[in-house]
C-alpha cells in the first residue's frame, strides 16, 4: 500500500507533469482525492510555472525514486520558488513494456519514455541489446504519442494505467529493476497563498 504523510489535502485545480495515466497523476488522485481537477503540464518547468503565475493552486512532483534517486532538479526548484511541503506519498512503481498492437517483446526496436523510467529498467534493456532506449517527457505522454503512430516496432515503457487509458498493449508487465521500485512524490503550494488557505479553510480532509 502507498505510503502517505499528512492530511489530505484538497486545493484545485493541482498541476502535475505528464499526461493521464502518468505516475504523478496516480500521486495527485492519491494525495487529494479522486475529485480533484488536476491539470497536466508537459514538463516540470511548466508545473511550477503553472503554480507561481497562479494558474494551479498546488503542484504534485516527484522527488525521489528508490532506483534511480533524486528527479533532477525538483528540489532546487522547490527551494527557488520557495514552496512549502504540504504532503507526501510513496507510490509503488511497476513498469511495464507497452505497444500499440501486439508484437513480441524481441520485435521491439525503439523504447521511449521518461529518462526516469529507463533509469528504473536498465537490467530489462541490457537484457535486449537491439532496442534502442529514447527519452521522452513522460511516460504515459510516450504512449500517447505513440498510439499517434502506424503501429510498428516502437514501445513505450509506462503503466498498466495507462496502457488502459490509451489503449496501448502491454507486451510484458513488471520490467523495472526491482519488485520494490518506488517513487516519493509531495504535494507543494506557495508559501504565501497555504497561510492564506489555511485561514480559508481550504485544506483539510474534506473530499
Not at 148 to 169: E, F, K, L, M, N
Not at 181 to 192: A, D, G, I, K, R
Not at 195 to 200: F, G, H, V
Amino acid at each position: 500500500m502507498p505510503e502517505s504523510k499528512g492530511p489530505r489535502v484538497r486545493m484545485d485545480p493541482v498541476a502535475y507533469q505528464g499526461a493521464p495515466g502518468a505516475f504523478s497523476e496516480d500521486a495527485a488522485l492519491q494525495l487529494c482525492g479522486p475529485g480533484t481537477t488536476l491539470r497536466p503540464c508537459r514538463t516540470l518547468e511548466d508545473v511550477f510555472l503553472a503554480l507561481v503565475q497562479g494558474e494551479a493552486a498546488a503542484a504534485v512532483i516527484p522527488v525521489e525514486n528508490s532506483i534511480a534517486g533524486d528527479v533532477p532538479g525538483c528540489r532546487a526548484l522547490v527551494a527557488q520558488h520557495c514552496l512549502r511541503t504540504r504532503k507526501t506519498v510513496t507510490l509503488p512503481i511497476v513498469h511495464a513494456l507497452v505497444a500499440s498492437s501486439p508484437i513480441a517483446v524481441d520485435a521491439v526496436r525503439e523504447v521511449h519514455s521518461h529518462p526516469m523510467a529507463l533509469a528504473q529498467c536498465r537490467r530489462f534493456l541490457a537484457a535486449h541489446p537491439r532496442m534502442l532506449s529514447v527519452p521522452a517527457f513522460d511516460t504515459a505522454g510516450a504512449l500517447a504519442e505513440l498510439m499517434r503512430q502506424p503501429p510498428g516496432t516502437a514501445a513505450a515503457i509506462a503503466s498498466r494505467r495507462a496502457a488502459a487509458h490509451w489503449g496501448g498493449v502491454v507486451l510484458q508487465d513488471g520490467i523495472q529493476d526491482r519488485a520494490d521500485n518506488c517513487t516519493e512524490f509531495w504535494l507543494v503550494t506557495p508559501t504565501s497563498l497555504t497561510a492564506a488557505a489555511s485561514r480559508q479553510g481550504d485544506f483539510g480532509s474534506k473530499m
